[in-house]
């Protein structure tokens, strides 16, 4: 019995040391994965104040800060209104791509929070924008002044 705890033994230890390798492993390859790094505060953007109708459009600059091709399955905006273009072709490592968001405030008033998420082969695989406005009434073209 003492043979056997002695074979078995130093076997436990090689499958805790392979544990541990393939650990450092997947956390080597998670720090390479395609990263989408934004220019700027991507959680905040204001559009200040405009006029219900009025449309308006951001460019969100960023850079794959990863190790492999980042691509862009997909973006997709919380709300009609807003419509974002991006890139359909990969995006290699250093380089840099931009995001565009157009905003329509036509039948909108009051504040406005939109979300746009974007679908990629990061980690995680989804990441927001965010921006809001303040929209005011138009202007009734018809009242007398």
Known sequence: ???????????????????????????????????????EDIKNFDFGTITAGQQVEHTFKFKNGGDFPLIINNVSASCGCTIPQW?????????????????NSKGKEGHQFKTVTIFAN???????????????????STSVQ
Do not use: W, Y
């Open 1 to 39: 019995m003492k043979r056997l705890f002695f074979l078995v033994l130093p076997l436990l230890g090689l499958f805790a040391c392979g544990s541990n390798q393939d650990k450092s492993a997947t956390s080597s390859l998670e720090d390479k994965l395609p990263k989408i790094e934004f220019k």
């Open 87 to 103: 890139p359909h072709e990969p995006i290699g490592p250093g380089e840099e791509a931009a995001i565009q968001v157009r905003f």
């Open 122 to 140: 990061t980690n995680p695989a989804t990441s927001d924008i965010q921006f809001k406005a303040e929209v005011l009434p138009a202007k009734d």
